[in-house]
């Protein structure tokens, strides 16, 4: 199971840690990814970082401005997002990369961007 | 960066029929030295989260209704269902997770019944 939290309204220009609780699986053993959906849009990857957090990496579009990180102690994943823009309000998963990318998401957080 | 295109970007099909969406890849997605193309297949109904249907193109995740089906290689694939059920109504999307560089889902098929 993965239960997203951290979610909320923040002003543009705001800052928001989501987290992600992960249990029922070796948390250790996989890659994990943050993935949004903007209201009524697809879907867009955001970030992954492998399962010792040796690796990470971003899209475009959050580069800079949001960091990925884990706990393997506390089965945890979180992504710190800074300077919000309008364009980042979605609703925000996090997966589990493990037979393919994405393959177990939670149910998501719903972060909005507004003033 | 690998730009991910599915087509059409709505279907409607009439219940028992054969249903067919189409994700083509900016460039190859098929790792040679594995021979596997990197490319997953998602359903997505109305308030809930994605579900992985197909991975490695056209591997069925254990549970999914053999209706489902993945095929191409390459730069080119397709998800088939193959006797169409009302349950199947969804918007279905592809992913590529090739690249280092980060993952790219296409913009999503809306399926909905004639």
């Known amino acids: 199971q993965l239960v997203e939290s951290g979610g909320g309204l923040v002003k543009p220009g705001g800052s928001l840690r989501l987290s992600c609780s992960a249990s029922g699986f070796t948390f250790s053993d996989y890659y994990m990814s943050w993935i949004r959906q903007a209201p009524g849009k697809g879907l867009e990857w955001v970030s992954y970082?492998?399962?010792?957090?040796?690796?990470?990496n971003y899209a475009d579009s959050v580069k800079g401005r949001f960091t990925i990180s884990r706990d393997n102690a506390k089965k945890s994943l979180y992504l710190l997002m800074n300077s919000l823009r309008v364009e980042d309000t979605a609703v925000y998963y996090c997966?589990?990369?493990?037979?393919?990318?994405?393959?177990?998401w939670g149910q998501g957080t719903l972060v909005t961007v507004s003033s | 960066d690998i730009v991910m295109t599915q087509s059409p970007d709505s279907l409607a099909v009439s219940l028992g029929e054969r249903a067919t969406i189409n994700c083509k890849s900016s460039?190859?997605?098929?790792?040679?030295?594995?021979?596997?193309?990197?490319l997953a297949w998602y359903q997505q109904k109305p308030g809930q989260p994605p579900k992985l249907l197909i991975y490695w193109a056209s591997t069925r995740r254990s549970g999914v209704p053999d209706r489902f089906s993945g095929s191409g290689s390459g730069t080119d694939f397709t998800l088939t269902i193959s006797s169409l059920q009302a349950e199947d109504v969804a918007i279905y999307y592809c992913?590529?997770?090739?690249?280092?560089?980060?993952?790219?889902f296409g913009q999503g098929t809306k399926l909905e019944i004639k």
């Open positions: 992913l590529q997770y090739y690249s280092t560089r980060g993952y790219t």
């Open positions: 997966a589990r990369d493990g037979v393919a990318a994405a393959d177990f």
């Open positions: 460039q190859s997605v098929l790792f040679s030295s594995n021979n596997k193309n990197y």
């Open positions: 970082i492998s399962s010792s957090s040796t690796y990470i």
